[in-house]
């Protein structure tokens, strides 16, 4: 029987490796890299169906995805629909961060960050959630950050809110469009967020774990997140100290192991506390 697997942002780094793993498990008829760059998706996935470790029942395909862009959304989500009629596992791994150096002002990396590692991430989930719903012991798994720890939160009342089994959809949506509203007005601090776009980003997208895994557990769906740590990869200039072959396991532990957990932060292999 195939099982079909989908991962954001897998040309390099930890995405990349996510999908070598899945590729190499033995669990996967498909893995399919969604990647921005096209021609960069189709060598990266030439690498790996030609890697010894891959699985010889296993095909290894890429599919340009850019993640905040709801066309592409659309359009990946019809290719894969045609193509393969569902997806057993989606890993939400594609993600963006502003380097410490970068002039950017702070205020105007807001949007951008939170458009892709946030709603981006949110819109194509919910594009692709009916054929998740068509997969056998089907998964989704969302790479969040250490920098997206509760604790962040200066108000208490905030840290509520996020963290409330009776969350919504449309309530963490208006909470994160209230942090980008404040972070604008320069109010961000004083309003009792914390500071860091990124944090707040993954911080929701944690949030957004734990409600999907509510909503979809009736339909049989492990709904997790992790923390890959801190890897040697482009997005930290490579100061990471652990290889992004051993942080994306912290995805693919939820991705394939017997029985997951559901809604829950995976965090050095093991089920964390948020």
């Known amino acids: 029987m195939r099982r079909i697997a989908v991962v954001t942002g897998a040309n390099k780094g930890i995405g990349y490796s ?3 793993h899945l590729a190499s498990s033995g669990k996967f008829s498909d893995v399919i890299l969604g990647c921005r760059d096209e021609q960069r998706g189709a060598v990266a996935a030439k690498k790996i169906a030609n890697s010894p470790s ?8 890429s599919q340009q995805l850019t993640i905040g862009d709801t066309n592409s959304h659309m359009s990946f989500g019809k290719f894969i629909k045609n193509s393969y009629g569902k997806v057993d596992v989606l890993i939400n791994n594609a993600g963006v961060a502003f380097k ?7 205020s105007e990396q807001c949007k951008p960050t939170l458009d892709v590692n946030f709603r981006g991430t949110f819109d194509f989930t919910e594009e692709i959630l009916p054929l998740v719903r068509k997969g056998r012991d089907a998964r989704i798994v969302n790479v969040a950050s250490m920098a997206g720890r509760i604790s962040q939160l200066r108000s208490k009342e905030l840290r509520n809110k996020f963290s409330s089994p009776q969350l919504s959809k449309e309530e963490l949506l208006a909470l994160v469009d209230k942090f980008e509203s404040d ?3 320069g109010t961000h601090i004083s309003e009792g967020w914390g500071n860091s776009n990124y944090g707040l980003s993954k911080l929701a997208l944690i949030a957004m774990t734990k409600v999907w895994a509510r909503e979809e557990a009736s339909n049989g769906i492990s709904v997790n997140c992790c923390c890959p740590g801190y890897c040697d990869t482009d997005m930290t200039s490579h100061k990471g100290s652990r290889p992004p072959s051993e942080g994306a396991k912290n995805a693919v ?3 394939t192991m017997d029985t997951p957990p559901s809604g829950e932060y995976i965090s050095d292999f093991s089920v964390s506390i948020w």
Do not use: L, M, R
């Open 183 to 185: 972070v604008k007005d």
């Open 100 to 106: 410490n150096a970068d002039p950017t002002p702070f």
């Open 18 to 20: 996510i999908a070598e």
């Open 54 to 61: 891959t699985s010889k029942s296993c095909t290894v395909s």
């Open 253 to 255: 532990i939820p991705a």
